[in-house]
Structures are given as structure tokens and as C-alpha cells.
């Protein structure tokens, strides 16, 4: 009968220890992919920072134009710039098909 309990300690006990190696496994495995996700994120976080940046710049020297009332010139140039389609109501607009080529 003391066999029997000696094996069934030595049984429990490697039992015990694999499931503590495995949980100890599972959360070095969890602390790493965490970390691994956290620097992913600070690099998102940093990336979004720049962009914020360089928007509030835009809006800065958007609210400077604002203010200098050159604003109707701007608009102007923008729309032709960006091929809107405006014109004045007078104006001809030619388009070199040419260049495309």
C-alpha cells in the first residue's frame, strides 16, 4: 500500500510540475506577444502624433491665409490646380492631350 501512495505522490507531483512548467510557458508566451503588441501600438501612437502634427501646421497656415484675405485668390488657385472644372463664365479652358502620351 505504500508503493501505491508513493506512485500516486510521484504521479501528482509530476502532474503538478507539468502543469506548472505549462503555465509558466503560457505566460512568458503571453508576456512576449503583449510586448511585441505595445511596441506595435507606441509606433501607431507615434505615426498618428506626426500626422496630427503636420495637420495642425496645415490649419495654421490655412487660418494665416484666412486672415491675410487673400482667401479668393487661394480658391482659385486650388480649383485649377486640382482640375475642378471651375471657370468663369467667360473663359475657355484647353486641354493638352498631347502631354498624356
Do not use: H, W
Amino acid at each position: 500500500m505504500t508503493r501505491k501512495r508513493a506512485r500516486s505522490k510521484v504521479n501528482t507531483s509530476i502532474i503538478l510540475a507539468a502543469a506548472a512548467f505549462a503555465l509558466v510557458c503560457y505566460f512568458f508566451i503571453s508576456f512576449f506577444s503583449l510586448r511585441t503588441q505595445v511596441a506595435a501600438k507606441r509606433a501607431q501612437v507615434d505615426d498618428l502624433r506626426t500626422q496630427v502634427q503636420q495637420q495642425d501646421e496645415k490649419n495654421e497656415q490655412l487660418a494665416q491665409l484666412l486672415d491675410s484675405g487673400n482667401f479668393d485668390a487661394f480658391v482659385e488657385q486650388r480649383a485649377r490646380d486640382e482640375d475642378l472644372g471651375y471657370v468663369y463664365p467667360d473663359e475657355r479652358v484647353y486641354y493638352d492631350m498631347s502631354a498624356g502620351k
